[in-house]
């Protein structure tokens, strides 16, 4: 028995043979209009094409994965696989258990959409399973439906096991592993009936994988525009809670508070957040993933708000800006503060083609180790290259620990199987789209910082195309440089008066 089996079921009722037949009738016909292509297909197809070149004559399966139970008979929101979203063009939470199967062809792959139709009216699922069911969780597209938004061929979910593994003995069959553990389980099992080696066929899984999160790495003039729409959205979030900044400090869990409205906006224009807010107000800043969010916000201090609308295609902002929250940055803050700033300006002018990804960190963390040794933070005799050498020194990290720079598109921290040679110490090239997000951190209770900076955490964190020579900031109507956030600030909180900062409605 399962474990779902084991539940109790105190949930369905009895139906009757003529609640049943009497449900099947008198529904009016349904809308019989196609969907138009949607405008993500010709460029998913654009990378279906750029995968088939690499594996010629293999058999590809992309799972989007299948529904997790949150509780009992409560799922989780479904997101599909990024592979699956990116292969496809579907986003939002389409389509749980559907799976992209790329068929060899003697010139090349055919696309294939595995997935569950919508069922008819007259069908047991229609009124029966809470789960798919179209009287509990809405209508899914027909095949055809299918066929004419994506612009590939569609079938039954109920044939591609069978379908996949017809001929595994003489096809290479490979499966992206993670996105649907049942049914990688299931291949598993067909592939080694077949005659397959178990850990051949695992490191052919894995290839194919890491392609397709490398294929990733330089984006596509779609995914640049969902990723201007993703950053435009979270501007929009942010000034929201600027709006709402002054009054804070009178709620309890202020910091709550942030993360509600920034998720309230997220959720209104995109499929939500990207990722946990870190809404952290004053000493929180300095837990670099403080998503508890569960602190006051106070008079006088800091907050540290990273947070990124991810849009229904799935791509996401990653944006922090760390804001006064009576308007203004006091002494110490602004030593900071501009400290902040003029290491992330460093790092953005290291982003151009040719560059390597590791130039942008060392670029930032320069002025980092600079500014500590000007302070006096670092130990005795130790200078900006003594604490910058990478076998003896690295003593900044106390205050800055974590890395400038990542990939950011579908995932926000993107591309994530890509080795360290092609990720790290890979070349920048245009079209890749990165964060540079340096900061410091200097914790309440850390006695070897000096007093004024005790329990005040800064980071700032834009999203930064490559460009063919040199790059875009996507996030520059979001001000940065001290005296721009504070106009910035004054601008929203007294909005409706002016347009002239970007301030949004
Ligand atoms: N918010 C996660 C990051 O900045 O990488
Ligand atoms: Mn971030
Ligand atoms: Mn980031």
């Not at 955490?457 to 460009?467: K, Q, Y």
Request: hydrophobic share 40%; net charge negative; proline share 4%.
């Amino acid at each position: 028995m399962s474990e779902e089996q084991k539940l109790a079921d105190n949930r369905t009722r009895e139906t009757t043979d003529e609640l049943r037949e009497f449900i099947r009738q008198g529904w009016a016909d349904r809308h019989t209009g196609r969907p138009e292509l949607a405008l993500a297909a010709p460029y998913a197809a654009a990378r279906r094409a750029a995968l088939s070149a690499r594996f010629r004559g293999d058999r590809l399966v992309i799972p989007a994965g299948g529904l997790k139970v949150r509780s009992n008979d409560c799922d989780y929101v479904f997101r599909p696989h990024t592979a699956f979203a990116y292969l496809t063009g579907l986003g939002a939470d389409r389509e749980p258990d559907a799976v992209l199967v790329l068929e060899p062809t003697p010139t090349g792959h055919e696309a294939i959409l595995y997935f569950r139709p919508r069922a008819p009216r007259d069908s047991d699922e229609f009124f029966d399973s809470p789960r798919f069911g179209e009287f509990w969780v809405g209508a899914r597209p027909s095949i055809d439906d299918i066929e004419a938004e994506l612009g590939l061929t569609a079938r039954h979910l109920d044939d591609v096991l069978d379908d996949v593994t017809k001929d595994a003995a003489a096809t290479l069959v490979r499966v992206v592993r993670d996105a649907d553990r049942a049914l990688t389980a299931d291949l598993d099992q067909r592939r080694t009936a077949e005659g397959r080696d178990a850990a051949a066929t695992e490191e052919a899984d894995d290839a194919l994988a890491h392609t397709i999160s490398l294929a990733r790495m330089v984006k596509d003039e779609h995914e640049v525009a969902q990723m201007r729409e993703a950053i435009e959205a979270t501007r929009i979030g942010f000034e929201a809670v600027i709006r709402e900044l002054s009054g804070l400090a009178e709620k309890e869990r202020g910091e709550r508070w942030i993360e509600g409205i920034f998720g309230l906006h997220a959720r209104h224009q995109g499929n939500g957040v990207g990722y946990d807010s870190i809404c952290a107000a004053g000493d929180h800043a300095n837990t670099l993933h403080w998503i508890r969010n569960t602190g006051d916000v106070t008079e006088g201090d800091l907050v540290l708000l990273d947070a990124g609308v991810e849009v229904d295609s799935l791509y996401t902002a990653d944006i922090t800006r760390t804001l006064p929250v009576d308007g203004t940055f006091s002494d110490a803050q602004s030593e900071i503060y501009d400290a902040v700033y003029a290491a992330q300006q460093a790092g953005i002018d290291a982003v151009r083609p040719g560059a390597t990804f590791s130039d942008i960190h060392a670029a930032a963390i320069r002025v980092i180790a600079e500014h500590l040794h000007a302070w006096g933070l670092l130990p005795e005799g130790i200078d900006v290259e003594a604490t910058l050498d990478k076998e003896h020194g690295q003593y900044h990290r106390r205050w800055m620990v974590h890395g400038t720079s990542h990939h950011l598109g579908l995932d926000v921290h993107d591309c994530a199987l890509a080795s360290r040679e092609e990720y790290r110490e890979g070349t920048l090239a245009a079209g890749m789209i990165l964060t540079v997000e340096p900061g410091l951190y200097f914790k309440a209770d850390d006695q070897l910082a000096p007093q004024r900076f005790r329990g005040i955490g800064i980071r700032i964190e834009d999203d930064v195309l490559v460009t063919q020579d040199g790059h875009e900031v996507l996030s520059a109507r979001m001000p940065r440089a001290r005296p721009d956030v504070e106009a910035w600030i004054r601008a929203v909180q007294g909005a409706g008066s002016t347009g002239a900062s970007g301030v949004s409605g």
